[in-house]
């Protein structure tokens, strides 16, 4: 199947071709919605679409390509944090725990009151999406794990709101052997680091942005909103967990700004991968197509 190819579903019809299909309104199968572009180009036959898609029709930002299933069905999905999945607080209030949303339960932490950051229920700048809000001195941590090599990839959804010598998104955790890291500097500039910098200028009017950065030694690779910016040598550090808003000590180089998801993986990801995690993350928050 092309990726402009059209599965069409007839009126009435609930479940044909995808398990969860089902009327929306009156007796019109997903309302008045009788063809659907599926916009993929991984499967070929519609058997494979159903094995891929089932549950995906009951999330309404589907039809925008937002629908996160597929971050999970990528191999190597070691830490996926999405402001979204916070679901015990209220618009203010102050973040102890940002839950992981993979299954591996490493949820970022943060004990100390004066360093929490603040969930904001409806963020306007990303599509009214939750986002967790990083100001002064906060910062979360990941539980620390066995250490683990390049490459890997991890996605990245934020918003400075100031700029400064240097704001990190992210970086290791509390270790100096280990440490993979974003962050905003001078200049204003974006800056990967797992050993040695890489970096490019950005305008000190950067909104909400879509960081994918490919860890992977002398070819690792930084895409901003779907587009490459920078390819080189950032160095050989592994991936041990993440110290999120603040460097790895908790206690510099702290973020000012706003960040909505954060999904690491323990692998260099497929051309076609990218682009699907992508899609959806921009799709999500309205985020400038490529």
Known sequence: MATADVVTVASGTTGAIFKNARAVVGTNAFGAIYA???GID???TSGQIEARYTNRFDDPDYYGGANDSIVSEIAGLELWLKADFITTLADGDLVTTWPDASTNGRDAEQGTISQKPTFVLNETTAKNKSVVRFATDDSLDTPAVSAIGQPTTI???WRPT?????HYIYDGNNNVTHRQRLGVIGGPSIEAWALISVSYSI???QGITLMAV???GANSQMFENGVLKVAGDMGGKGWDGLTIGA???DLGSNFDGDIAEIIVYSSLLS?????NIETYLRAKYNIGQP
């Not at 100031?162 to 240097?166: A, E, I, L, R, V």
């Not at 051309?271 to 682009?275: A, Q």
């Open 42 to 44: 991984d499967v070929s």
């Open 155 to 157: 996605f990245s959804v």
């Open 271 to 275: 051309t076609s991968d990218r682009n």
């Open 162 to 166: 100031s700029f400064g010598p240097t």
């Open 247 to 249: 460097d790895y000590t």
């Open 203 to 205: 305008p000190d009017t």
């Open 214 to 216: 490919e860890y992977n």
């Open 36 to 38: 659907l572009d599926i």
